[in-house]
């Protein structure tokens, strides 16, 4: 989207529009100062329109949080406009929930405020140039491109740090990330204004107002009938865990039965769920394709589409099961794909240590604090006293599987010193709740562009807004009691799911699968990986690399986290260093007017908070 003030930036505006369209992108929406372009399948887009004409548009989908939920139409959003944005944004977040983008300009001579729905489902950039606002969920090339655009090579070591934490800011200077749950505003949208974060809606302490069974159960109906309301064909894929046959049964009870169901499984014993899933589409009535995969080799060509993410991606790894996921798509004709994605963050499946730790420091619980103490312990086949011991510190203990299974440590830098906003405000939580709350910024991977994406609307119920605020609400030590992980949940569906999941303690397991994947990439791992860019900057330790990178040393260490995010990393740092030096090359011969900055540094620039 372009937005421009009154005036002179008017011609800069329409040299971008031209410039766009020449690089194949279509206007979507057009108004006075503002112009909304997109490129392949459009997304859903509704203009707000309020006394002074369209002063805005919500990119996305947008539901109402009424009883009876639906579909918020332009109709329905007549007038926000009208009102103050902070006003606009707050209603948004209390009254609606979905996927979506907000951008709010009702006065043209002042710069627009930008609101990204709590769950990031679209990913929203913004940047600036002579008057002109740029807001997009990628950076195109050409005239409309970020002016002065600069690795943040601090940043990246932060995301190897914790790459499973990357939904932050990208390590881009010169565009303005707009956070989940967050608005920006003020030149250049410099200031920032937090309106949601998962902290607080958080419940530990010794609160027992809780909702309950039935109110989970609701909502998690409400939810995936609302998704699922207009769907053409759905497709469900079923892993045979819990978190997918809740959605794969649960659209069968709000009376939208699945078209075509998918299973993926391996050779190996821990990697094949397929009687589970079965089962699964046996109760929801769906007929369930199963399909094997096979370890696959990595080569450049699998990094293309996660190199080009303004956001480093690390959602399209997979290739095989990207493209067998797309093509289920195609041979079904689904426009929509749900996914079970999120149960075990909003469910909460989470480490024993923090559970007890959540205990012991007086967290509300259902029935005796002891026994569901020696009910964690009997779940992980450990005493009391190591759990509790263990909880105390605060670190895994020697039977813990985070001690069995150490990083290879091939990272310099060992902590990032740039969290997300999120775990920070979550600091006062208890322990568990803490982790549910990172489990959530994990998530926030899960909105990296993939096939899939691109040929049908990607589904995920459980990480809506309604269900991450209602779990969030339960204690840690309510919704992961007993000597089951996921209890609350497990109870709360257990009449429509199999006994066979219900009962389940295991996990499926691909490690040995992705283990064999990245053995039998190695022939290209090494050269782009050794001979890289993280190696030359320092960000790598090559020697502890070169080791990680043998088939013998994978045998005994499991690096693949390691290893597939410094690949992934790499290949984003040379795709982004290739196009800021194009950029500047054409400018300096005066083929584009935009200029690149110098060399890489990290931006300091903080975003001032709203009051």
């Known amino acids: 989207m372009l937005l421009h003030e009154p005036g002179q930036p008017g011609a800069l505006f329409e040299a971008m529009v031209a410039d766009l369209e020449a690089r194949g992108w279509s206007q979507a929406l057009k108004a006075f100062a503002l112009a909304v372009l997109t490129r392949g399948a459009a997304p859903p887009m509704q203009p707000l329109t309020g006394s002074r004409g369209v002063g805005g548009v919500v990119v996305g989908q947008v539901f109402s949080r009424t009883a009876a939920p639906t579909r918020l139409e332009a109709a329905d959003l007549a007038g926000l406009i009208d009102h103050d944005p902070d006003d606009a944004c707050a209603w948004l977040i209390d009254k609606a929930w979905g996927g979506y983008v907000a951008v709010l300009a009702p006065d043209r001579r002042a710069p627009p405020t930008v609101l990204r729905d709590p769950t990031g489902a679209i990913e929203a950039f913004l940047w600036a140039r002579d008057g002109v606002t740029a807001i997009g969920s990628t950076i195109p090339e050409g005239l409309a491109a970020p002016p002065d655009l600069a690795l943040d090579w601090d940043r990246i070591a932060d995301i190897l740090a914790d790459p499973a934490r990357s939904g932050g800011a990208p390590p881009l200077t010169g565009v303005v990330d707009i956070g989940p749950g967050a608005c920006r505003f003020g030149a250049s949208g410099q200031e920032e204004r937090t309106l949601w974060s998962p902290a607080r809606f958080a419940v530990g302490g010794r609160r027992r107002d809780w909702p309950s069974r039935a109110q989970m159960r609701a909502c998690v109906d409400t939810t995936i009938a609302t998704l699922a309301a207009g769907a053409d064909k759905i497709v469900c894929e079923i892993s045979g865990g819990l978190d997918s046959a809740i959605v794969a049964t649960g659209l069968t009870q709000v009376g939208r039965r699945a078209d075509r169901a998918i299973n993926f499984y391996r050779d190996q014993p821990e990697a094949d769920e397929r009687a589970y899933a079965q089962a699964a589409a046996d109760r929801a009535g769906v007929p369930l394709e199963t399909v094997r995969r096979e370890p696959f080799a990595l080569d450049a060509g699998a990094f293309e589409r996660s190199a080009a993410s303004v956001r480093p991606n690390f959602n399209a790894l997979d290739p095989g099961y990207d493209e067998a996921l797309t093509q289920a798509l195609a041979r079904t004709g689904a426009d929509v794909l749900f996914t079970g994605h999120g149960g075990d963050v909003v469910f909460l499946q989470v480490g024993a240590a923090s559970l007890a730790a959540d205990l012991l420091t007086g967290a509300p619980c259902e029935g005796s604090r002891l026994r569901r103490l020696a009910e964690v312990a009997r779940r992980t086949r450990r005493s009391v006293w190591s759990l509790g011991i263990e909880a105390l510190r605060r670190r895994p203990g020697r039977v813990s599987p985070e001690a069995l299974s150490p990083p290879v440590g091939i990272f310099r830098r060992v902590e990032p010193q740039r969290k997300h906003a999120w775990i920070l405000e979550a600091r006062g939580q208890t322990a568990a709740k803490q982790a549910q709350i990172a489990g959530l910024v994990t998530s926030l991977t899960l909105n990296g562009a993939t096939g899939r994406a691109e040929r049908a609307r990607l589904a995920h119920p459980l990480l809506s807004q309604p269900v991450i605020e209602l779990c969030l609400g339960i204690p840690a030590t309510v919704l992961s009691a007993g000597e089951t992980e996921r209890s609350f949940a497990r109870e709360a569906f257990a009449d429509r799911l199999p006994p066979a999941i219900v009962e389940r303690r295991s996990k499926g397991d691909i490690s040995v699968f992705f283990g ?96």
């Open 516 to 611: 064999r994947s990245l053995a039998a990439s190695l022939d290209f791992l090494r050269p782009f990986l050794l001979e890289g860019r993280l190696v030359a900057e320092g960000l790598v330790d090559a020697e502890r690399l070169d080791t990680a990178l043998s088939v013998e040393a994978m045998v005994w260490k499991d690096a693949t986290v390691e290893i597939l995010a410094a690949a992934t990393l790499e290949a984003w740092v040379g795709y982004w260093e290739g196009r800021i030096a194009a950029a500047r090359l054409q400018g300096a011969e005066g083929g584009a007017p935009a200029t690149v900055s110098g060399p890489p540094k990290a931006s300091s620039r903080k975003a001032k908070a709203r009051r």
